[in-house]
C-alpha cells in the first residue's frame, strides 16, 4: 500500500480505500489486495466498478485478477525402482505432460495440460479450483487425448498405469502427486520345490501341482555393464516368486540368474 490510507473489507465482493493521499507533484500510488476465490479463472474489474473518487481522481484502473490454487507434482526417473522420489533423483529427460481432468468427466476433455520439466521433473497446474480431479502423465498436450501413454523402454514405479485418481483440490493447493519412471525391463520368475509328490514328473524343472515355491531365496541379475556386475537382487515371496529389475543401459543382450543362498 503506497497511498496513505485505509484499505478494508466490506463484504465478500466490496474493498474500500479511504483516507488516501498523494504527496505534491505526485501522478499516481499502487494498492495491493490479495483476493481468494473457490473458483479458478480470471476476472477483470473494469472502471464501472470504482465509486466514491474525490475530485481530481479518475475511474482510470483496471485490473485482471487471477484466481485458483496450484496443483503440482514430479516425474522423476526411479533408478532403483523403489515408488519413492529420493533426494539424487531428477527427471526421465522425455518430453512429458501431466494433464488434469474433472473427477466428473474421467473420460475428458482435461482442462489443463503442462509441460514436464525434462531435467528436474517438476510439473504445476497454477491455477486449479477446489474439486476433485485425475492427473494423467501422456506424451502429447492434446486436451482430447486422456489415455496416459510414456515411450517404450519406460516402467511405472509410483503409479505404475501413469493415472493419479481422487486428487482432492483445497486450502492453499495440492502438491507431491509423483509419478516416478523406471528406464528397462523387469524379469520374473518362481523358485520351486521340483520334488513332485502328487502330480507330475520330479525334477524335471517345470512346475508341477503340489510342488510349491520356496520363500527366502536371494536372486541377483547380472551383467559386465552394472556396477560389480550385479543389476539387481530380489528375495523371493511366500509364493516363491521374484522380480528382478535391469537398466535400459544393458542393452540388447544376455544376462545372468544367481541364486546365492541355497
Not at 465482493?13 to 476465490?37: M, Q, R, Y
Not at 519413492?84 to 489443463?112: F, H, M, N, R, V
Not at 527366502?216 to 516368486?241: I, K, M, R
Request: aromatic share 6%.
Amino acid at each position: 500500500l503506497q497511498c496513505n490510507g485505509t484499505l478494508s473489507s466490506s463484504g465478500p465482493n466490496n474493498i474500500s480505500f479511504i483516507g488516501g493521499t498523494l504527496a505534491t507533484g505526485s501522478v499516481n500510488c499502487t494498492i495491493s489486495v490479495t483476493v481468494t476465490s473457490s473458483v479458478s479463472g480470471s476476472y477483470t474489474n473494469g472502471t464501472t466498478n470504482m465509486s466514491g473518487l474525490s475530485v481530481g481522481m479518475t475511474n482510470s484502473a483496471n485490473a485482471t485478477l487471477d484466481v485458483g490454487v496450484p496443483v503440482s507434482g514430479t516425474v522423476y526417473s526411479d533408478v532403483n525402482h523403489n515408488g519413492i522420489d529420493d533426494l539424487s533423483e531428477a527427471g526421465t529427460g522425455l518430453t512429458l505432460y501431466a494433464k488434469l481432468i474433472p473427477s466428473a468427466a474421467p473420460g475428458g476433455p482435461a482442462i489443463q495440460a503442462v509441460l514436464v520439466d525434462p531435467s528436474t521433473g517438476v510439473y504445476s497446474f497454477p491455477l486449479v479450483s477446489f474439486g476433485n480431479f485425475i492427473v494423467v502423465i501422456d506424451n502429447n498436450n492434446s486436451l482430447g487425448d486422456v489415455t496416459p501413454t510414456i515411450p517404450a523402454g519406460w516402467i511405472g514405479t509410483e503409479i505404475p498405469n501413469q493415472t493419479r485418481t481422487s486428487v482432492v483440490v483445497g486450502g492453499p493447493g495440492t502438491t507431491n502427486l509423483n509419478f516416478g519412471l523406471f528406464n528397462g525391463g523387469v524379469l520374473s520368475g518362481q523358485v520351486f520345490d521340483d520334488r513332485s509328490s502328487v502330480a507330475g514328473t520330479a525334477n524335471n524343472g517345470v512346475p508341477n501341482a503340489g510342488e510349491s515355491g520356496i520363500a527366502g531365496v536371494t536372486l541377483q541379475v547380472t551383467h559386465p555393464s552394472c556396477p560389480g556386475s550385479v543389476c539387481d537382487t530380489a528375495v523371493t515371496n511366500g509364493a516363491g516368486t521374484y522380480q528382478l529389475w535391469i537398466p535400459a543401459s544393458v542393452g540388447n543382450t544376455s544376462v545372468s540368474i544367481v541364486e546365492t543362498n541355497l
